[in-house]
T-cell receptor, first 116, second 111 residues
Framework: KAGVTQTPRYLIKTRGQQVTLSCSPISGHRSVSWYQQTPGQGLQFLFEYFSETQRNKGNFPGRFSGRQFSNSRSEMNVSTLELGDSALYLC???????????????FGNGTRLTVT | QQPVQSPQAVILREGEDAVINCSSSKALYSVHWYRQKHGEAPVFLMILLKGGEQKGHEKISASFNEKKQQSSLYLTASQLSYSGTYFCGTVSSGSNYQLIWGAGTKLIIKP
C-alpha cells in the first residue's frame, strides 16, 4: 500500500508570492490534516479535511487555506508569502475524521518551503 | 493548551532506559505518541485511552494516568534506532477529537 505522498519535496519562493502544496493520502483514507513544523515549535495544526469539508482549523491567518477533492487528495495554499512561512509542511491521513480519534495518523515526508 | 513534555532533551548510552513525560492541564480522553527521526516524517507509536491502559511497542511502552492527566513513555534498553524526537498529542474530553501536540522531546542515543 502506497504511503502518503506530498509534492513537491522542496520549494523556494520569494516574499509576496503564493504557493500550492499537494498531498495524496493513503488509499481509503478520507481524512487529511496539515501541519507546519519549524525548529523548536513542534507540530502546529493548520486544518483538517474530511470528505471535502474542512472539519477543524488551527490559529493561522487567512493567507493559509486548503481544500480537499472527491478523491481525498488535498491541497494547501499560502498567499502573500512571508519570511516566517519558511517551514516544513506535513500532511497526514487517517481513516476516520478527527486527528485525535483512535485511528493513527500517517504522515507524508513533507514539503520544505523556503521563502526568501 | 499545549501539553508539556519533559525533559526537552535527553542523551543516553545504548542500553540505558529513559522516561518521557507528557502532562496536560485538561481532562484527557486519549494520549498519542509519535517518533520523528531527523529528516523523516513522524511515525505512530501508540494511542492510550483513558482508563490507565498501558501499551507496548517493541521495548517501548507507555502509561496513561487519567487522574494526573499525564502520560509517560518508557524506553527500555534503548537502541541506536530509538534516536529521534518524541511527540505526544493529547485529546481532551469533549474536544471533537482535536489533537494538541507537545513541543517534543529530543532523544539522542550514543553507542
Amino acid at each position: 500500500k502506497a504511503g502518503v505522498t506530498q509534492t513537491p519535496r522542496y520549494l523556494i519562493k520569494t516574499r509576496g508570492q503564493q504557493v500550492t502544496l499537494s498531498c495524496s493520502p493513503i488509499s481509503g483514507h478520507r481524512s487529511v490534516s496539515w501541519y507546519q513544523q519549524t525548529p523548536g515549535q513542534g507540530l502546529q495544526f493548520l486544518f483538517e479535511y474530511f470528505s471535502e469539508t474542512q472539519r477543524n482549523k488551527g490559529n493561522f491567518p487567512g493567507r493559509f487555506s486548503g481544500r480537499q477533492f472527491s478523491n481525498s487528495r488535498s491541497e494547501m495554499n499560502v498567499s502573500t508569502l512571508e519570511l516566517g512561512d519558511s517551514a516544513l509542511y506535513l500532511c497526514a491521513s487517517s481513516l476516520a475524521p478527527g486527528q485525535g480519534n483512535n485511528s493513527p495518523l500517517h504522515f507524508g515526508n513533507g514539503t520544505r518551503l523556503t521563502v526568501t | 493548551q499545549q501539553p508539556v513534555q519533559s525533559p526537552q532533551a535527553v542523551i543516553l548510552r545504548e542500553g540505558e532506559d529513559a522516561v518521557i513525560n507528557c502532562s496536560s492541564s485538561k481532562a484527557l480522553y486519549s494520549v498519542h505518541w509519535y517518533r520523528q527521526k531527523h529528516g523523516e516524517a513522524p511515525v505512530f507509536l501508540m494511542i492510550l485511552l483513558k482508563g490507565g491502559e498501558q501499551k507496548g511497542h517493541e521495548k517501548i511502552s507507555a502509561s496513561f494516568n487519567e487522574k494526573k492527566q499525564q502520560s509517560s513513555l518508557y524506553l527500555t534498553a534503548s537502541q541506536l534506532s530509538y534516536s529521534g524526537t518524541y511527540f505526544c498529542g493529547t485529546v481532551s474530553s469533549g474536544s471533537n477529537y482535536q489533537l494538541i501536540w507537545g513541543a517534543g522531546t529530543k532523544l539522542i542515543i550514543k553507542p
